[in-house]
């Protein structure tokens, strides 16, 4: 095989070890995202309290931090997104830290939507000639039927793949490298392509 020119990050995740949280675990990772919820900044917007049970989504690892995505939906009518991540040693799960935000945008007020995406930034990669990678994790569900797995690209170079477990996806992976930004995109068992979405929206240009 010739050298590549797209020398990136790729399949760094450890793909999921366990399966999603329940019992005494999903309460501890609870306890973590409510009171990162609790200290969440909504600059003034009252977005009410959790009314709903918390979703976590598959688990993925990788530079020695295990990452539990999560949504849950609110009393007033917003979604909370966010993760709890941890790191794993001999004594079990320690330094737990909780990352949320909120959002209005609601996949029932976007029909045209096929998949349901979340992200956030977790760190750098630094690749050659000074250039960097947002190291981001995304997490989701497809909206449409039919799936079974799911990738992450960049300039059509796959850099992540997961299964679907419960119609629920984690990924990491590089984005925002050499000008290249990530895009989801839902396969179904065959390998055919189901839908694809970038994790960025782009306004529609005025004629």
Do not use: C
């Not at 999903?26 to 009410?48: K, Q």
């Not at 993760?83 to 830290?97: D, I, K, L, T």
């Not at 690209?153 to 796959?158: C, G, M, P, R, T």
């Not at 000008?179 to 390998?191: A, P, Y």
């Amino acid at each position: 095989m010739p050298p590549t020119d797209r020398f990136v990050i790729s399949f760094a995740a450890e793909p999921p070890q366990e399966l999603l949280p329940y019992g005494r675990w999903a309460d501890t990772l609870a306890g973590h995202f409510r009171a990162a919820v609790g200290e969440l900044d909504t600059e003034g917007e009252d977005i009410g309290e959790l009314d709903t049970e918390i979703a976590w989504f598959p688990d993925r690892t990788y530079a020695g931090r295990t990452y539990i995505p999560a949504v849950a939906r609110t009393s007033g009518g917003f979604e909370v997104l966010g993760f709890v991540s941890f790191s794993e040693g001999a004594g079990g799960p320690s330094q737990f830290e909780s990352r949320v935000d909120f959002t209005s945008e609601l996949a029932e007020s976007n029909p045209e939507w096929k998949l349901d995406l979340n992200d956030e930034v977790i760190g750098s990669w630094r690749g050659e000639q000074g250039n960097s990678a947002d190291m981001t994790l995304v997490w989701g569900v497809p909206l449409i039927p039919g799936g079974a797995v799911v990738t992450a690209e960049l300039a059509n170079l796959a850099v992540d793949q997961s299964e679907l477990v419960e119609e629920r996806f984690t990924l990491i992976a590089p984005d925002n490298y050499r000008g290249d930004f990530l895009e989801i995109k839902l396969w179904d068992k065959g390998g055919d392509e189901l839908a694809h979405e970038s994790l960025y929206v782009e306004d529609d240009e005025e004629d």
